[in-house]
C-alpha cells in the first residue's frame, strides 16, 4: 500500500492593501509531484476560472485578490494527522 503525502503550504491571501496569513496542507497525489499539487489547489482555490493568471507555485490572481505562497514543506505521516485536525485540508 502506498503512503500519502502531505505538503503544508505557508502563503499570504491579499485583497486590496490587506494581506493576511494562511497554512493549508495539501495531499500529494499520484504523481508525487509537490509542485502539481500545490498548482492544482490554488488554480481552484477562487472556484472554477476564479484564477486570471498565475506564476506557478508563487503567486495566483483573481481579480483584486491575490495569493502569495511564501514556502511549502513536506510533512511526516504522522504530524500531518495532527494537523489535519486543526488547518483548512486540501
Not at 491579499?14 to 500529494?28: R, S
Amino acid at each position: 500500500m502506498k503512503k500519502s503525502k502531505d505538503v503544508l503550504v505557508n502563503y499570504n491571501y491579499i485583497i486590496g492593501d490587506i494581506e493576511t496569513f494562511g497554512q493549508v496542507l495539501i495531499e500529494v497525489g499520484d504523481s508525487g509531484i509537490l509542485e502539481d499539487a500545490i498548482h492544482n489547489y490554488f488554480m481552484k482555490f477562487w472556484g472554477k476560472g476564479g484564477v486570471g493568471k498565475y506564476e506557478k507555485c508563487r503567486k495566483y490572481y483573481s481579480f483584486d485578490r491575490a495569493i502569495k505562497i511564501d514556502d511549502w514543506r513536506l510533512v511526516p505521516q504522522g504530524e500531518a494527522k495532527i494537523l489535519k485536525r486543526y488547518l483548512a485540508v486540501g
